[in-house]
Antibody, heavy 123, light 108 residues
Framework: EVQLVESGGGLVQPGGSLRLSCAAS????????MSWVRQAPGKGLEWVAY????????YYVDSLKGRFIISRDNANNSLFLQMNSLRAEDTAVYYC????????????????WGQGTLVTVSS | EIVLTQSPGTLSLSPGERAALSCRAS???????LAWYQQKPGQAPRRLIY???SGATDIPDRFTGSGSGTDFTLTISRLEPEDFAVYYC?????????FGQGTKLEIK
């Protein structure tokens, strides 16, 4: 059974940093593109970043480039999101999601999602 | 950036009725890489449709996707009580991989 379990969320002050983690199991993690998607309270979904199977390619939504960094550890089946210079508008539930195809050269839609971790940026 | 506009914003229907949700793209979606998701309160989204018209595993046959280019539709042939939720379209043909703003399907 595919499982994605996020952790690392919490309350952080504006300007602070946070590192989110996603523990993957039930599939061959190293063969899938992985992504982060966020959802502000009461709002819609926003794609944040994608990372290729070997980490060689990373794509970000333009508004977050330079502040957020996506990475992965295939040996430990883990995905990460380093978030820096956090702002109130970064408050959201952050979901880890898997791309829909194994061994693809490009990312696809999201076929599995974690339950999310809440990040609150407030003083 | 491809902007996806979903309509209507809210759709009020009764169980047993047919629902048609629209997703219009500001540019052609490459290779019709368009997906639909369902999200219920407090839950993660669930994939329904990918590639504009391919049904995901374990998705009931009453959910169908259609369209190409810039105009896409999710049709629910006969609404069941568990279908009332928020639905999002997403394009993954080009970065940034944008979502529509969502359509809330509510019980009339």
């Amino acid at each position: 059974e595919v499982q994605l379990v996020e952790s690392g969320g919490g309350l952080v002050q504006p300007g602070g940093s946070l590192r989110l983690s996603c523990a993957a199991s039930g599939f061959t993690f190293s063969t899938y593109w992985m992504s982060w998607v966020r959802q502000a309270p009461g709002k819609g979904l926003e794609w944040v970043a994608y990372i290729a199977q070997d980490g060689s390619r990373r794509y970000y939504v333009d508004s977050l480039k330079g502040r957020f960094i996506i990475s992965r550890d295939n040996a430990n089946n883990s995905l990460f999101l380093q978030m820096n210079s956090l702002r109130a508008e970064d408050t959201a539930v952050y979901y880890c999601a898997r791309s829909g195809y194994s061994s693809s050269w490009e990312p696809h839609e999201f076929d599995y999602w974690g339950q999310g971790t809440l990040v609150t940026v407030s003083s | 950036e491809i902007v996806l506009t979903q309509s209507p914003g809210t759709l009020s229907l009764s169980p047993g009725e047919r629902a048609a949700l629209s997703c219009r793209a500001s540019q052609t979606v490459s290779r019709n890489y368009l997906a639909w998701y369902q999200q219920k309160p407090g839950q993660a989204p669930r994939r329904l449709i990918y590639g504009a018209s391919s049904g995901a595993t374990d998705i009931p046959d009453r959910f169908t996707g259609s369209g190409s280019g810039t105009d896409f539709t999710l049709t629910i042939s006969r609404l069941e009580p568990e279908d009332f939720a928020v639905y999002y379209c997403q394009q993954y043909g080009s970065s940034p991989y944008t979502f529509g703003q969502g359509t809330k399907l509510e019980i009339k």
